[in-house]
């Protein structure tokens, strides 16, 4: 069909046995410009559909003589329908007889769109072909229709279970591709100008856009998106949309669908190649338009979110010493790392603190249950009440006691874990309390590993705390405590992570920094969760 729906030309397949009927339908139907593949019996009919679906080249419809020799027309029709891809094909049974209402039926039967008795005008067979194709092709438009809108509804619920910007482009990016059968490209350009940019998993890794492009496209989202309400369809041209977002190295002009959140106010833009929509149809607009729309509600969490995250990062930060700025602590040498997880993990309460307790040092690692901005608001109350505690006492199970009490009293919902550590650098004399935390693991200088036998029950639960565990550093002694974010991992049993740490310190290099570096290296990369350690040694 053309640009206004009008047919013009078709393959034709027909089927007559009486070469004088074939060659007059055949002739009439390429003087109108179809191409006509004509045949004598249902069996060639069967043999030259096998053939051409070998080759990818089917007829657009098949004008079926009712009377064959091998077989009739409506039997015909039910075999060629069975073939793969020919359910659809349009049929118009051929009489050369007055047929009864019986035959009428039965052609129906057999799924053809019409038919026809010859001797016929030329213009009858010319419109019954047209009228034949029409109605498939509209048929399969709808079929093709349903189809994408099955597969937006599939892809809305794919988005909505997206749990971070990057994850939620990325997968709005396949959706577009499939939902258009083209390349795709999918932008959300959050508060703080950050670009996120989601491609296809089966677009080639070679070529891919850099920052530059992706500084020009984040212009031009700010450009399109001033002022801007509702969803907007707009075509850029090749010279202003940036190479090979679509494939590697190709200029395109693209087609954009662009809409802003209602939180964030966050443009969220999905893009892809005007001549690759057009062969979709009038509906691609719409589709489009539907995928941005969920794209962008799917966003507005996300970026709430992602400003909680920032305020949780910034307010526990802020109340961690820097590892450069550590009170002096005569007598002891000590170190710290910590880790924030990656960007789209959720913010933890990890903490450490190393505090001065009379005479005696006390050092503190611990973690508030759970991943919020209430878990590193809590974690910044329990490092200042430690302060204020340790200023008249220094016994680390009464302080877990006090801490325990603080919980219950203003947060009864909130539980932490907590492993206190008092050392008195004159003696090496240590004790240690345990709140449901991993136990410090002490390195020997002879290379062995072992975790002090310290336990006791988490915070928050009312539970009493037994007694520290008392124990003596030499100066050659490394003491680590660490959070569970360095060692846990999800599916291994934290007893085993925990006999892997202890193997892993025992072989670092000398020296507080090696053994931190060491164990990081070993355990620290693509963590789901903070990482808190203090390492100290004597001296």
């Known amino acids: 069909m053309d640009v206004n729906g009008k047919l013009t030309h078709a393959t034709v397949l027909v089927v007559d046995d009486e070469p004088a009927s074939r060659f007059a339908i055949e002739s009439v139907l390429s003087r109108a410009g179809h191409r006509v593949m004509a045949v004598g019996s249902g069996a060639e009919a069967l043999h030259e559909i096998d053939v051409r679906l070998r080759k990818g080249n089917l007829p657009d419809v098949a004008l079926i003589d009712v009377h064959l020799p091998d077989m009739s027309g409506f039997e015909l029709c039910g075999l060629l329908k069975e073939r793969p891809r020919m359910a659809g094909l349009p049929v118009v049974h051929v009489s050369a007889l007055t047929a009864p209402p019986s035959n009428r039926c039965q052609a129906l039967d057999a799924g053809d769109e019409a038919f026809l008795t010859v001797p016929a005008e030329p213009e009858e067979i010319e419109a019954a072909v047209r009228s034949a194709v029409r109605a498939a092709r509209l048929r399969a438009d709808d079929q093709a229709l349903v189809k994408r809108l099955t597969l937006l509804s599939e892809m809305i619920v794919t988005i909505q279970a997206a749990r971070s910007l990057q994850e939620l482009?990325?997968?709005a990016a396949d959706g577009t591709a499939r939902l258009t059968g083209t390349p795709a490209a999918v932008f959300v350009l959050d508060r703080d100008d950050q670009l996120y940019r989601g491609l296809p998993r089966d677009r080639p890794a070679v070529a891919l856009p850099d920052e530059d492009a992706d500084r020009a496209v984040a212009r031009l989202l700010r450009r399109l998106s001033r002022g801007q309400s509702g969803v907007q369809i707009t075509t850029v041209p090749a010279p202003l949309w940036p190479t090979g977002f679509f494939r590697p190295g190709v200029e395109h002009d693209a087609r954009l669908a662009l809409v802003l959140t209602q939180e964030g106010r966050a443009p969220v833009c999905l893009a892809a190649p005007t001549r690759g929509l057009r062969r979709v149809g009038p509906e691609a607009g719409a589709l489009l338009a539907?995928?941005?729309?969920?794209?962008?509600?799917?966003?507005?969490?996300?970026?709430?979110?992602?400003v909680e995250r920032h305020v949780a990062l910034t307010l526990q930060r802020s109340f961690l010493p820097k590892p450069d700025h550590l009170p002096e602590l005569p007598g002891v040498n000590v170190v710290v790392r910590y880790v924030p997880a990656s960007q789209d993990t959720e913010i933890?309460?990890?903490?450490?603190?190393?505090?001065?307790?009379?005479?005696?040092?006390?050092?503190?690692v611990g973690d508030v249950v759970g991943h919020s901005l209430e878990a590193a608001t809590v974690m910044v109350e329990i490092r200042h009440a430690l302060r204020a505690y340790c200023v008249d006492e220094s016994d680390p199970s009464v302080l877990a006691e006090r801490l325990d009490r603080m919980l219950q009293h203003y947060h009864p919902e909130t539980t932490a874990t907590v492993c206190l550590v008092l050392v008195d650098p004159d003696t090496g004399r240590t004790l240690i309390s345990n709140a449901g935390h991993i136990p410090p693991l002490i390195i020997r200088d002879s290379g062995s590993a072992d975790y002090a036998k310290a336990s006791g029950p988490l915070l928050g639960v009312g539970l009493s705390h037994?007694?520290?565990?008392?124990?003596?550093?030499?100066?050659?002694?490394?003491?680590?405590?660490?959070?569970?974010?360095?060692?846990?991992?999800?599916?291994t049993d934290l007893s085993t992570s925990m006999d892997q740490l202890r193997a892993a310190a025992s072989g670092a290099l000398p020296g507080l920094d090696a053994l931190c570096d060491t164990l990081l290296d070993c355990f620290g990369a693509d963590r789901d969760d903070d990482i808190a350690m203090l390492a100290l040694r004597l001296g």
């Open 169 to 171: 482009v990325d997968v």
């Open 466 to 491: 037994p007694p520290p565990t008392e124990l003596f550093l030499e100066p050659s002694d490394r003491l680590l405590m660490i959070t569970d974010g360095l060692i846990e991992t999800r599916g």
């Open 348 to 364: 933890g309460g990890d903490f450490y603190a190393a505090l001065k307790a009379g005479s005696r040092l006390l050092f503190a």
């Open 290 to 306: 539907q995928l941005t729309q969920a794209t962008a509600l799917a966003a507005e969490p996300l970026l709430m979110y992602q």
